[in-house]
Every structure is written in C-alpha cells, then in structure tokens.
C-alpha cells in the first residue's frame, strides 16, 4: 500500500527545490528530505529492520526526528517515538511494553538510551556507517502490517503499548489532509512533543500535502511573544495539533489574536474545548476552529466538528465520523440507544488498533465484536459517554477514572502507584479537580507523610518516574483515607470535597 513516505517521495520527484521543513538551522527541500530519508532506511534494512520490527525512535526535536520516523516507515517497519526528555525510568517503561527491537538515535545520547536495555548495537543517525550496496529493497506494507506503538496510561502502574496499523495511519492522514484543505501553501507548525501520537498528524499530514513544516525549539512554544513571532516570521496557517488549555493559555495573553494572525486553520484535541469556547475564545480565532475527538486505540481521531464563529457553549460537540470510521452509542447490553439518549461510545471501522501488546486480556475487554457490522468486524470500547443530537456527537465525559491532563488521557492509578514507591506514603489517591479557567488537574490525598517533607519532594520523587503531565498540582495530607462500605478508598467523597481534607 502508499504511504505518507510515498508521498513525500512523489514531492521531491515532483518538486525537488520546494521548501520542506523550515528549522532554526536552515531549510531542507523535498529533494535533500526524501535522500535523507532514502539512505537512513537503507541503514534501518541492513541493520535488520523488517516488518513487524518496532525501532524505538529516541531523537531530540527538530528535523532529525522526521527524517528517523519517516525512514523506519520506508525500511518497512514501526517506530516507537521516546520524547527523549522524560525520565529515563519512563523512557525504559515504554521501551519495555513497547517491544522495541532496535534502537535509532544519535551519538549524543547513545550512551544514557543504550541503558534503556534494547538489544544489539544501536543504529545512531548522525553516524550510520557503511550500508550495503544496494540495500534491499523494503516490500510495501499491507493495511496489517504494524506502522507504530503508542501508549496509554495503564491501571497496573506500566504504560500499555497500543499497536497501530498501516491502514489506520494511511486513512487518517488522507481524511486531514484532505478535509482541512492542506496543500502547497500550507505552512504548519509542528506544535505537540514527540511521543504523543498527535506529533504524527502535525508533523506528517503537511508532508503528505506537500506543504512545509515548521520547526521550533519547545521551549519556544512556551512563551507566548516567541511563539507569536514564529508565526509571523514564518507566516504560519495551520496549527494542526493544539489542546484546549494551550488555546486558553494564549487567550490569556496580552493581546492573544496578534498570537494568531495570520492562521487559518486551528484543531484542537485530547480535552474538551468547552471551557475555551465559553470563555469566549472563538472569537480570538480568524479562520477555522475544528474540534476532534478519539483515543489512541483508534488512530487518534474518530469524529471531528467544525466550530461556527458563535458556537453553542451549552455541550460539548464533538461532530460526526471521520471518513472510514464507525461510531455506535451502545447500552450496557451493547444494544444502540435512540437519539438524543446517553450511551457509551464504541469505535469500528479504519483506524481501530490491533489491541495493546502483550496484554490479551485487557485487549479482549476493550476490543469487542461489532454486534450490528460484518463477521470480523471490531469495536473499541472507549469508556466515554455521550449522545447524539443534530450537531452530531455531544461528549459527556468518562464512565470510568481516566481522565484528560493537558491532552493526555491518564489513569489515576498510574500515580498512585508512584506515590506509594515513596517511602514515607503510606496511602495514596489521585482525583481529579478542575480550576477556575476550566483546566483539569490531578489533586494527590496521601497519608504517612510528615510535616517536614514538603510538596516539592514528593514532585522530585514522582519526577523520576514519570512526565509533568502526570505531576498532581495539589498534594492534601491525610490522617487516614476515607472508605466506602466495602473497604475500599472512596474517591467519590474525596473528589466532592475538591482536595480539602
């Protein structure tokens, strides 16, 4: 089948000298990216890369990454993406339940990455060595054939890897750059960090359109007038992969549409856009606002909605299917609910993962048969709630503890269970609280702790293991944790109070 390395391969055909990625370093054309990603998967194939190989990908930002991702697609294999700047604890828990079989990095960081126990010699890109001649020549991939791991929080306390599919990222790729009008003149910058499966749709749908990608130290991203002078100076007009609370943290900015001028098109994912919007923030955005829905497990987006200049604040709509996708609201005898009624949200269709690697159980529990689709057809059971009304899907939240933190979806247990590897916690539960401006955040109850050991040492402690995004913002400290009837810790009344003991 054609991949988006076909298509960055017909560009550079096509039009060889037209701008490809703009980075602080320089400018790469089509042609000097497709070569470069030529001889790197040459590499990747000698070095035994082949499908079903998982490369873990441990590259710092910037144009090397794309090339390193790109080329483990051509040389037929899948890539795991480590954001290189988590923990080297986190880095080994996803190198572990990734099933990662070889390493592409760069000379660097050879040393700390080849602690992260991947076997053999690891392929390093700013020094690949001789590669045979000719390379063998990678076979095209099937829609089957595994094209990248992602993870999700997992309630055992390791991340779970979600394995990804060729037709999957083919057909959601296609429908962006098709639906949002992507082509030549797009200039899109690359806004979520590596490691998060929406880095795939801002860094490669552009590629795939033939537009040019814009790169830009993180840190820049993170300081609003930097940030605006990127897009000015480059002329951006898209930004393809944007959460709700970094919209909402620009809106809180001096003069947040000079932010903005000149982007034409905003879409925004991984936490609800309902707060922004009642903010009033709509009307800080000249063009095109689209808010998209779906998890990891479905090829990170399954429904999509276009946000009118005076949307309703009311409900949280989320809109209709992306091509190929099937949403089914379902009750608890997986029977579909009428209109306008709650059901939980089931996704078939392209896009649907394989299932999480090496955990067959929790696979069989959330990949299901499709009652009301074809012999063999599957399901992902989301475990979000919603109904359907004229303007397609309204979101109304999760029907269990997972929750959405700048993005990212996390299980409170994963917390918890860090918390506890501390060795004065003795309890510990992570709810979840939401602050004035409508963000989300993980408020952390724990027992056993003394007065002396403050806030900032249980951060430090939890840094070790895991990302900020899984950082509580509050810590309250308890004499004891209250329980349910049963024994069992009751978060219900420990969310009500709002973190206050």
């Known amino acids: ?11 550079a055909a096509l039009a060889p000298d037209r701008t490809a990625l703009t980075t602080p370093d320089g400018e790469l054309t089509y042609g000097e990216l497709s070569a470069r990603i030529e001889a790197l998967a040459g590499t990747l194939r000698a070095r035994g890369a082949r499908p079903e190989t998982v490369v873990a990908v441990a590259v710092p930002r910037g144009a090397d990454a794309v090339v390193a991702m790109a080329a483990v697609v051509r040389s037929g294999a899948a890539f795991l993406s480590l954001d290189v700047e988590q923990p080297p604890a986190r880095l080994a828990a996803l190198v572990r339940s990734g099933g990662a079989d070889l ?17 053999g010699r690891p392929v390093l890109l700013d020094r690949p060595g001789p590669v045979p001649d000719p390379a063998a020549p990678a076979e095209p991939p099937g829609e089957r054939s595994l094209a990248y791991v992602s993870h999700t929080s997992g309630s055992t306390g390791e991340p779970s890897a979600v394995l990804v599919e060729h037709g999957g990222l083919d057909n959601y790729l296609r429908f962006v750059a098709r639906d949002y009008g992507l082509g030549p003149d797009t200039v899109a910058l690359q806004v979520a960090p590596l490691g998060y499966d929406a880095s795939l749709r801002d860094t490669f749908a552009p590629l795939l359109a033939g537009g040019r990608l814009v790169l830009v130290p993180r840190s820049a991203l993170l300081r609003p007038e930097e940030f605006g002078a990127a897009v000015r100076e480059h002329r951006v007009t898209a930004l393809l992969s944007v959460t709700p609370s970094f919209l909402s943290f620009l809106a809180g900015q001096p003069d947040p549409a000079r932010l903005l001028d000149g982007v034409r098109l905003v879409v925004s994912s991984g936490e609800s856009l309902r707060p922004f919007l009642a903010a009033g923030g709509r009307s800080l955005l000249s063009g095109g606002l689209v808010n998209q829905y779906g998890p990891t497990e479905c090829t990170m987006t399954s429904t999509r909605y276009a946000v009118p200049a005076a949307p ?7 809109g209709t299917p992306i091509d190929g996708v099937v949403v089914r609201l379902l009750d608890a005898a997986l029977a579909p609910v009428p209109d306008g009624e709650t059901g939980e949200v089931y996704i078939g269709g392209a896009g649907v993962a394989r299932g999480y690697r090496g955990l067959p159980a929790r696979t069989a529990a959330r990949f299901v048969p499709d009652p009301l689709g074809a012999p063999g057809a599957r399901l992902y059971r989301t475990g979000d709630l919603a109904r359907r009304g004229p303007g ?8 269990d503890r997972q929750v959405k933190i700048r993005g990212y979806r996390v299980d409170p247990a994963e917390v918890e269970g860090a918390l506890l590897a501390h060795p004065e916690v ?3 539960v992570v709810t979840a609280d939401t602050d004035a401006q409508g963000r989300v955040f993980l408020v952390a109850h724990v027992t056993g702790v003394p007065a002396d050991t403050g806030d900032p040492a249980l951060r430090t402690h939890l840094g070790r293991t895991l990302p ?18 049963g024994g069992k810790a009751d978060r219900r009344a420990l969310a009500e109070t709002g973190g206050r003991p």
């Open 1 to 11: 089948m054609r991949t988006f390395v076909d298509d960055i391969a017909a560009h």
């Open 103 to 119: 390493l592409l990095t760069c000379s660097d960081l050879a040393a700390p990455m080849e602690q992260l126990g991947i076997p």
């Open 392 to 399: 397609g899907l309204e979101y109304l939240g999760r029907s």
């Open 312 to 318: 309703d604040t009311g409900c949280d709509l989320v």
């Open 426 to 428: 003795t309890g510990a």
């Open 468 to 485: 900020p995004h899984l950082i509580p913002r509050r810590f309250v400290r308890l004499d004891r944790l209250p329980t349910t009837r």
